[in-house]
């Protein structure tokens, strides 16, 4: 129970430590049978499995946690694997877009059940999904602000950031802030954020705020600011970053250099 409590914050800054947690996790349930708890350690399998480019199976493993937790009928289980799963495991082997409605509802589960944290990784992945596949950016950026104020009610500051990340770039994109190149806004600023990163260890936030600004600074030709960040992010490696986001950052460097 404990390890399944610890796992979103222990896996955010150190990619080193979920892993570890995963496997213990999956170690108790073989020595000891399964339980309702159980799902979710099947289903972090799975997304470690994708991380590891064996999509295949992960994606196995992901749809046997589904089973499990229908089986034990674990409501106070459901946003939590229901996260891994769509957030994680599907990317590597479906459409963002089918993820879309599954995510909503693991928000609202979650915030039933009292479980906030699952709830509000549950709305970080739902964002992304919004900005890389809604039409309007103007609806995008109105759900991710309700997000942005619902995590400070919560005091979900580690979540916050994300949030915030991808509301900031959706107004450079609309053009309500100073430089649309940088992600520096009334919502965050781009140095106190990648400073803030190095100070906490903060690697997948790191990762996060060089993808979008690299986005960012070739959509507004700025390519030279482009290639450092590229750069940046190339040298802050981080295994459990989703495979889509890192593939985003390698076609958006690409881009850039077929531009230079």
Known sequence: ???????FSAGVPDGNVFPLMILRMMQLT????????????FASYGMLMCSLGKNSLGYRYGKLALKILSQYNGA??????????????CTSNRPLRESIEPLNQAIHVGIKTGDIESAMVSANQY????FFCCPSLAQTEKKVSSFVEQ??????????????????????????????????????????????????????????????????????NDYERAICIAEKASS??????????TLILIFYEGLTDFEL
């Open 1 to 7: 129970l404990v390890l399944t409590i610890m796992g």
């Open 30 to 41: 073989l020595n000891y049978g399964i339980n309702n708890a159980s799902a979710f350690a």
């Open 76 to 89: 106070e289980w459901t946003a939590r694997v229901n996260v891994v799963f769509y957030g994680f495991v």
């Open 127 to 130: 964002c992304i999904r919004l």
């Open 151 to 220: 995590k400070k009610s919560y005091q979900q500051n580690l979540w916050l950031l994300f949030s915030k990340l991808i509301l900031q770039t959706c107004r450079n994109l609309m053009g309500i802030s100073k430089s649309q190149a940088v992600l520096t806004g009334d919502v965050m600023d781009e140095d106190e954020f990648l400073n803030e990163c190095i100070q906490t260890k903060n690697r997948r936030l790191e990762v996060a705020v060089c993808m979008y600004s690299l986005l960012l600074s070739y959509t507004f």
């Open 236 to 245: 802050v490696k981080f295994a459990s970053f989703p495979s889509y986001l």
